[in-house]
Nanobody, 121 residues
Framework: VQLQASGGGLVQAGGSLRISCAASGSTTGFNGMAWYRQAPGQQRESVATASNDGRTEYSGSVKGRFTISGDNAKKTMYLQMNSLKPEDTAVYYC????????????????WGQGTQVTVSS
């Protein structure tokens, strides 16, 4: 399975953007999906995670603004980002195959290549 992220770009603060991640190869859909991001000089952090039973979790900095979703028929996951802020600027990575244990989400082994999101002030 390979993941291909797309849809990043430059957007003004307060704007919206939807990024996508398409799966290819031998897969019938996502078994756990997640978006992470990494800003320059910072560690990669979890942004949004989801399991097949409908559980979703968001980091405190994006909760209420970002929404993770997936379409197994299209083998594509999405991250809808609203009310964007300059601090949301980062490379966004998709991940599949992860799972929750208690309050923690463990990412799966498959990562997309990343898509750059830049929010101007």
């Amino acid at each position: 399975v390979q993941l291909q992220a797309s849809g990043g770009g430059l957007v003004q603060a307060g704007g919206s953007l939807r990024i996508s991640c398409a799966a290819s190869g031998s897969t019938t859909g996502f078994n756990g999906m997640a978006w992470y991001r990494q800003a320059p000089g910072q560690q990669r952090e979890s942004v949004a995670t989801a399991s097949n039973d409908g559980r979703t979790e968001y980091s405190g900095s994006v909760k209420g603004r970002f929404t993770i979703s997936g379409d197994n028929a299209k083998k594509t996951m999405y991250l809808q980002m609203n009310s964007l802020k300059p601090e949301d600027t980062a490379v966004y990575y998709c991940n599949s195959g992860g799972y929750y244990i208690g309050q923690y989400y463990f990412p799966g082994p498959v990562w997309g290549q990343g898509t750059q999101v830049t929010v101007s002030s």
